[in-house]
C-alpha cells in the first residue's frame, strides 16, 4: 500500500514469541514435562493471549479494507498486543479474569477511526470481525471432543483444550451481547435512529461497567453460565474436563 511500509503488515516479534510460548507449553503439557500445572498454565494462559491478538488483528484488518488505514500505523496490524490503546483492559484484566473466574472476558483494545469507514454494513462488519473470531476458535477446539478423543490418555493436555474451548465460548457470547461500547453494541449502532444513538453514546463508556454488573447478578450469571455450559455441552464439550482444566491452571493453590 502507497504510504504504509512493510513492517506494518508483518507479525510483530512480541506475538511471534506468544505463539511460540504456547506451541512449547502444550508440548510440554502433552509429554507432562516438569510441572505439569505450571506447563497448563502457561498453554492456557499464552493460548488466551494469542486467541486475543487475533481477535483484535480482525478488528483492525476489517477496518482496513473498509477505510481505515490509519489501523496499520497505529501498528494494529503488527499483531502486537502492546501496541493496543488499553493495555490493561486489553491484556492483563482478561488474563486476571480467567484466572480468577474462568471467564473469557472482551477486552478493548484497538481504536478505529469510524469517520475513515463509511456505510453502516461496514461499521457493523468491523465490530463483528473480532466475535468471529472467537466463534471460530470455539469451533475447532471442540473438534477432538465432538469426534471422541480419548480424553484419559494425556489428560491434563485435553484438560486445557477443554478450558480453551470454553473460555471462547464465553468470549463468543459476551462479545455478542448488545451492552454499549462492546462488540456486541457495536454491531447493531449503525443501525439505531438518531434518538437511540445519543443514548449509546451516553452508556458506551461504561459498557464494561455495565457487564460486571450484569455478571454479578446471581440470576443473570446463573443464566449466562447455564446457556454456554448448554451449548458446549451439545458440542461435545465435558463440563468436568473443563473444571479439571481450570483448576490445574491455578498452580498456586
Known amino acids: 500500500m502507497a504510504g504504509i511500509p512493510r513492517e506494518a503488515f508483518r507479525p510483530s516479534a512480541v506475538f511471534l514469541c506468544l ?3 504456547f506451541l512449547t507449553s502444550g508440548w510440554m503439557t502433552w509429554v507432562e514435562f516438569g510441572n505439569v500445572r505450571l506447563d497448563v498454565f502457561l498453554f492456557v494462559v499464552s493460548g488466551w493471549l494469542v486467541s486475543l491478538c487475533i481477535h483484535e488483528y480482525a478488528h483492525a484488518v ?3 479494507v473498509a477505510g481505515d488505514r490509519n489501523v496499520a500505523h497505529r501498528g494494529y496490524l503488527t499483531l502486537n498486543p502492546l501496541k493496543y490503546s488499553h493495555p490493561l483492559l486489553s491484556i492483563v484484566l482478561p488474563v486476571a479474569v480467567v484466572l480468577l473466574g474462568g471467564i473469557g472476558l472482551p477486552g478493548g483494545a484497538v481504536w478505529i477511526d469510524r469517520h ?3 456505510g453502516r454494513l461496514r461499521h457493523t462488519l468491523v465490530s463483528l470481525a473480532g466475535p468471529a473470531t472467537n466463534v471460530v476458535f470455539a469451533l475447532l477446539l471442540v473438534i477432538p471432543f465432538a469426534v471422541g478423543v480419548d480424553v484419559m490418555a494425556h489428560h491434563d493436555f485435553w ?3 477443554a478450558l480453551l474451548c ?3 465460548l464465553t468470549a463468543s457470547v459476551l462479545n455478542l451481547m448488545p451492552v454499549p461500547g462492546l462488540d456486541g453494541g457495536n454491531i447493531i449502532q449503525p443501525w439505531l435512529s438518531p434518538q437511540w444513538k445519543r443514548g449509546y453514546d451516553i452508556l458506551a463508556p461504561y459498557g464494561f461497567i455495565l457487564l460486571f ?3 454479578w447478578n446471581p440470576r443473570i450469571s446463573g443464566w449466562f453460565f447455564g446457556g454456554v455450559n448448554a451449548v458446549g455441552s451439545a458440542f461435545g464439550l465435558p463440563e468436568w474436563l473443563r473444571d479439571d482444566g481450570f483448576a490445574l491452571i491455578r498452580f498456586w493453590s
Open 166 to 168: 470454553f473460555l471462547q
Open 62 to 64: 476489517v477496518a482496513f
Open 19 to 21: 505463539v511460540a510460548l
Open 213 to 215: 454488573a450484569l455478571l
Open 159 to 161: 484438560a486445557a483444550v
Open 116 to 118: 475513515e469507514i463509511p
